[in-house]
């Protein structure tokens, strides 16, 4: 993914209606007839520019318009180029010290609107990504990468500052390739609000075709890919933002793939025998943010977050097991460390268990008392009290949010759940304007990308993805010597020293790991899924025979 972290996040209520198809709301479709391949978005893109997409619903349209240079296979083994295949660049040489790569374009890679593609749209790409004018926030995880040359017209190098084994992933895994003759005459710092922004033009397996506000985003297959058309004519991205009208129009037939199902409603989609109910592997993970400046007076810091012994306490107060068996049942399990499991597969629990009395006492030593009569701590006159951001439509995040008001109330806090919309929590989070906050994370397959949320903010601070303003020199110390450890042992402790180094400052609060559910029309095949990212191969998707017309019926 471009963003390490995308914000898994829902808008409410969307359109019944799928105008794409000419349909109204349950009568069914049939792909293996129209070769259209309905697919419900939890919520509507922003914007599918991918150097500044933020959320999971942008990549997942935007990936089938444009293209990285090569691709991980399903192992998402990032060491080195022996787990990535071929995309853009047919193939790839380093150099005998290691500290460049040059990548060769395919020859008939092909925008679509039939310009070739050239190493100059790479080099022009990495200029977008890392120009401080656009404030990419896959930016920091370009910062090895010195500089890229165009050697001709099908070769661009990427030259590296040091020597790691994630330099191929670095250069590769992060960026899409831009077309230079489309957005070159284009100030950066105005590209948010281009016409490409809403409308791109790629080189991938699907060109846009169009977007209607609140209802879709429609994709065509393009006739010209250089790797052979895509099984189906045309993908629609229907906004399908309230989870119960979802499932209805999947049941009815009118999506073939929800590929987030919530786990109370997979009984209910196993009794349609047209749908299967298919477990795909997961890098995605829920978590509170805490921000550790005053959100009205950034220059100050929070006057109850500030003080790590409050943050280490709101941990230990939240019974992990309890609130994910509550709030999401048996979609997800209780988080043991800052990434999800599948990422940190060598270390053990890292994070504090469950101790609603050690909490107390270690609020209590750091002066927040509890007097006679009252429910909530103070320290002098401070209250330990803090607004939760919740989205609105998130109903199994809001099940979380109220398990957690009542676990911190028994240590003398208080929370207060406030319910927002999805725009709203994402200004409010870039903006840092909030005390904590309900998220939900897709991980790429690199944990030192966690460096995007708490590496320690630069100059430009207000752009950063480090949303709460974590500083911690330890931090950033053991994480870059993790990064550029060239021994595969030294990178592994070092990684530790950081993860434990987060947990005991606490910038968050680590709640649980999703496991993922998808629904599916039973005519519909389904390619290789990464966990990474479930619709990286959507073009390689197919019908395997004729799907009824009535679901149920043949």
């Known amino acids: 993914?471009?963003?390490?972290?995308?914000?898994?996040?829902?808008?409410?209520?969307?359109?019944?209606?799928?105008?794409?198809?000419?349909?109204?709301?349950?009568?069914?479709?049939?792909?293996?007839?129209?070769?259209?391949?309905?697919?419900?978005?939890?919520?509507?893109?922003?914007?599918?520019?991918?150097?500044?997409i933020a959320e999971t619903p942008g990549f997942v349209v935007a990936d089938q318009i444009l293209e990285r240079l090569a691709e991980p296979?399903?192992?998402?083994?990032?060491?080195?180029?022996?787990?990535?295949?071929?995309?853009?660049?047919?193939?790839?040489?380093?150099?005998?010290?290691?500290?460049?790569?040059?990548?060769?374009?395919?020859?008939?890679?092909?925008?679509?609107?039939?310009?070739?593609?050239?190493?100059?749209?790479?080099?022009?790409?990495?200029?977008?990504?890392?120009?401080?004018?656009?404030?990419?926030?896959?930016?920091?995880?370009?910062?090895?990468?010195?500089?890229?040359?165009?050697?001709?017209?099908?070769?661009?190098?990427?030259?590296?500052?040091?020597?790691?084994?994630?330099?191929?992933?670095?250069?590769?895994?992060?960026?899409?390739?831009?077309?230079?003759?489309?957005?070159?005459?284009?100030?950066?710092?105005?590209?948010?609000?281009?016409?490409?922004?809403?409308?791109?033009?790629?080189?991938?397996?699907?060109?846009?075709?169009r977007w209607v506000p609140g209802q879709f985003v429609e994709l065509a297959a393009n006739d010209a890919f250089r790797e052979g058309r895509a099984r189906f004519d045309r993908i629609v991205f229907t906004i399908a933002t309230d989870p119960s009208a979802a499932l209805a129009r999947t049941i009815a037939g009118d999506i073939d793939i929800m590929p987030d199902l919530a786990a109370a409603d997979a009984s209910l989609a196993a009794r349609a025998t047209w749908l299967r109910l298919v477990r795909w592997p997961s890098l995605s993970s829920g978590l509170v943010m805490l921000d550790l400046h005053d959100p009205v007076h950034r220059d100050r810091p929070h006057p109850v977050l500030d003080d790590p012994s409050v943050r280490q306490a709101l941990a230990m107060a939240i019974d992990r097991a309890g609130l994910t068996a509550a709030a999401l049942g048996d979609g997800a399990e209780p988080a043991k460390g800052p990434l999800p499991a599948a990422l940190l597969p060598d270390t053990s629990q890292l994070l504090p268990p469950f101790d609603p009395d050690a909490a107390a006492a270690l609020l209590e030593s750091h002066g927040w008392r509890l007097s006679h009569g009252s429910r909530v701590r103070h320290r002098g006159t401070t209250p330990l009290e803090l607004a939760l951001l919740v989205s609105i439509s998130g109903a199994a995040a809001q099940r979380a949010a109220v398990?957690?008001?009542?676990?911190?109330?028994?240590?003398?806090?208080?929370?207060?759940?406030?319910?927002?919309?999805?725009?709203?929590?994402?200004?409010?989070?870039?903006?840092?304007?909030?005390?904590?906050?309900?998220?939900?994370?897709?991980?790429?397959?690199?944990?030192?990308?966690?460096?995007?949320?708490?590496?320690?903010?630069?100059?430009?601070?207000?752009?950063?993805?480090?949303f709460g303003g974590y500083r911690s020199e330890a931090f950033d110390a053991a994480m870059n010597a993790a990064a550029f450890a060239l021994d595969s042992t030294d990178a592994r402790l070092a990684a530790t020293r950081a993860w434990r180094t987060l947990v005991h400052d606490a910038p968050a609060i680590w709640l649980y790991d999703f496991r993922r559910v998808a629904a599916i029309r039973d005519c519909i095949r389904p390619a290789a899924v990464r966990a990474d990212s479930w619709w990286s191969s959507l073009a390689d998707w197919s019908v395997s025979h004729r799907c009824p017309t009535r679901p149920g019926r043949s």
């Open 403 to 466: 398990v957690m008001q009542d676990q911190l109330s028994r240590i003398g806090a208080r929370l207060e759940i406030e319910p927002v919309d999805n725009a709203t929590l994402a200004t409010r989070l870039a903006s840092h304007r909030f005390d904590a906050a309900l998220i939900a994370l897709d991980w790429d397959p690199n944990p030192l990308s966690a460096r995007q949320l708490w590496a320690s903010p630069g100059d430009a601070s207000e752009q950063s993805s480090n």
């Open 1 to 52: 993914m471009l963003f390490a972290q995308r914000l898994r996040m829902c808008a409410r209520a969307g359109s019944c209606a799928l105008v794409a198809l000419g349909a109204a709301c349950g009568n069914a479709h049939d792909p293996s007839r129209d070769h259209t391949l309905v697919v419900a978005l939890a919520a509507e893109p922003t914007l599918l520019l991918p150097p500044l």
């Open 73 to 209: 296979d399903s192992t998402l083994d990032i060491a080195g180029d022996r787990a990535f295949h071929p995309r853009l660049a047919d193939r790839w040489a380093w150099a005998p010290d290691s500290l460049s790569i040059a990548f060769h374009i395919a020859p008939n890679a092909r925008w679509h609107d039939g310009r070739p593609v050239t190493a100059h749209d790479v080099r022009f790409t990495f200029a977008i990504y890392t120009d401080t004018a656009v404030a990419s926030p896959a930016a920091s995880l370009l910062t090895n990468i010195d500089s890229v040359e165009v050697r001709n017209d099908r070769v661009a190098v990427f030259w590296f500052r040091r020597r790691h084994a994630h330099q191929f992933f670095d250069a590769t895994y992060h960026m899409r390739i831009l077309p230079e003759h489309v957005l070159g005459a284009a100030p950066p710092g105005s590209l948010r609000s281009s016409a490409f922004a809403r409308a791109p033009t790629g080189s991938g397996p699907f060109r846009f075709a």
